[in-house]
């Protein structure tokens, strides 16, 4: 217990309260749940962020780009515009937020990206401009009962699973640990390469108590692929390397990179840190500082498409950077199991005819 826990304890009462109110107003009826004619498949936490949703979300796209045309719906957290958007060629994170910018840049092509603060009017949004549209899925919208979803998957992390954390501002839950009661699927998220079968049993034992009867508990890890490099200069990573990220949390990442390069500096900013002109020159200050190992700078996707843009462009053009993608990464089983659960969901909302 930390010495300042007492003084925080009526706040996250008072904010529990809050919470449960607001779902038992949900599940009387008071509040009003919408259901869509598209199956519609949530993606999100109980936490407050860092449990890997955009990949999640980009392994769905993979998994289902061929089968189905897809559309993707975000908040867009901690952009600088408001209400409905469709992305485009012409936006950029500014406009749509980073991780929707990340998943247009991707798949923008095969995958309609739209961002929304009530997923409940961006939904006919969406359908109105591409009524071709078969499969829903909603980013971060665990919370967001204003939809009925079809499925519900809920991502928890290894290291900090939900059952362990406290609700706000003692921990970093955003409702009870009740809530995954409401998923049809949870995923532990972040898993190491050495989870064991004992320690999955334990988890298993802990998410049951929680969540809905019958409901898969699956395990899953990352995939670091071959840096990516972002600017115009050298093609070739070094050994040494210069980290810069801005995400909840890069534990996992600079556990990664520490495995593959030299990690001369690193510069952690806050979850969706907006970078800026002094920002880059510090960074550029670090890589004088170290001109003799020749290094590069490595970040995340998340931030490379914040750091990728005309205004830091001629910057790039002497100090290589690159971005390491990541990926989901599952079992043969567990891989089956979403892709079942996915296609029943289909297939039972067709059959319906709703």
Known sequence: MRFYDPFLYPFAALYSL???WRNHLFEIGSKKSTSFNVPVIVVGNLSVGGTGKTPAIEYLIRQFQDRYRLAVISRGYKRKTS?????TS???PDD????PFQVFQKFGEKVAVAVGESRALAIPQVLAERPETEVILLDDAFQHRYVVPDLAVLLTTFHKPFFEDRILPLGTLRESRRGAVRANAVVVTKCPNTLNDA???AFHQEIIAYAREGAPIIFAGIRYSEPIPISKGTQIIGKAVIVVTG???NRDFLEEVRKRYEVLEIRDYPDHHRYSVADIK???VLYRKHISKQPSILT???DAVKLNVPQFLPFWSEIPIFALPMEMDLSETDRRIITTMVLDTVKKKNYRGE
């Open 282 to 284: 510090d960074l550029e």
């Open 300 to 302: 995340t996707e998340k």
């Open 83 to 87: 209400g409905f958007l469709l992305a």
């Open 18 to 20: 809050a919470t449960r």
């Open 90 to 92: 012409e936006m950029g």
């Open 96 to 99: 749509i937020g980073d991780e």
């Open 199 to 201: 320690k999955k049993a």
């Open 247 to 249: 995400i909840a949390s």
